[in-house]
């Protein structure tokens, strides 16, 4: 999980921001991305692909990589979503995460910054990056980065949940569960959902 990170630390890259996302898929919601500097490599929790972790175990993980990392959370809501299609919306989130952390750095440390990213994204960072395909799998610094998304995003649902109940996004968190497409079916969607994937869903 330290590869990518070695190699860029002797290339002269010490300080590797990892940057993933979480919310691509689901049929309401936002989309998140988290960009983390880990500011060492040990943790007493399991780092890796959010989605191979517990509930519990994100949980636990997130708040000890807040507490051993420089980080910044970006959210582009379901509406922006709607208004510019979910490839752009995580692009602009990805690039706000990052902006967000690199103004927590010096003129001198970020020359000495390089970005990975989770996936096969394109992004105007003016900051040199490269994307590891499964990244979240392979790069420790990425892992943290899905973990943060994940957990921020599963929050952000789980208070959605408490104004609109009905349509449990305390479980399915948003993504197109059997459960999650019978209950919109019966009672239609709420505002947070988006638009243009409920178009897609109908056509489907």
């Not at 996302?21 to 959010?50: Q, T």
């Not at 967000?100 to 994204?121: E, V, Y």
Request: hydrophobic share 40%; net charge positive; aromatic share 8%.
């Amino acid at each position: 999980m330290l590869r990518y990170e070695r190699k860029l630390k002797r290339r002269g890259f010490d300080l590797v921001i990892g940057v993933d996302e979480a919310g691509r898929g689901p049929l309401a919601g936002p989309v998140v991305a988290a960009a983390v500097l880990l500011k060492g490599f040990y943790f007493n929790n399991r780092i890796d692909d959010s989605k191979k972790l517990s509930p519990a175990r994100r949980r636990d993980a997130f708040f000890e990589i807040k507490n051993k990392s420089l980080y910044a959370i970006a959210v582009v809501n379901h509406k922006q979503i709607d208004r510019i299609n979910i490839l752009q919306a995580t692009i602009s989130a990805m690039q706000k995460a990052v902006s967000r952390l690199s103004s927590q750095l010096s003129p001198a440390q970020l020359k000495r910054a390089f970005i990975i990213i989770d996936g096969n994204m394109r992004l105007k960072l003016g900051l040199p990056y490269q994307s590891i395909v499964k990244g979240d799998a392979r790069s420790l610094s990425i892992a943290a980065s899905s973990i943060l998304a994940k957990v921020h995003r599963d929050a952000l649902m789980e208070k959605y949940h408490r104004v609109y109940p009905e349509y449990g996004f305390d479980k399915h968190k948003g993504y197109p569960t059997a459960e999650h497409r019978q209950i919109l079916k019966r009672i239609g969607p709420s505002a947070i959902h988006r638009k243009s994937f409920l178009k897609c869903l109908e056509r489907i």
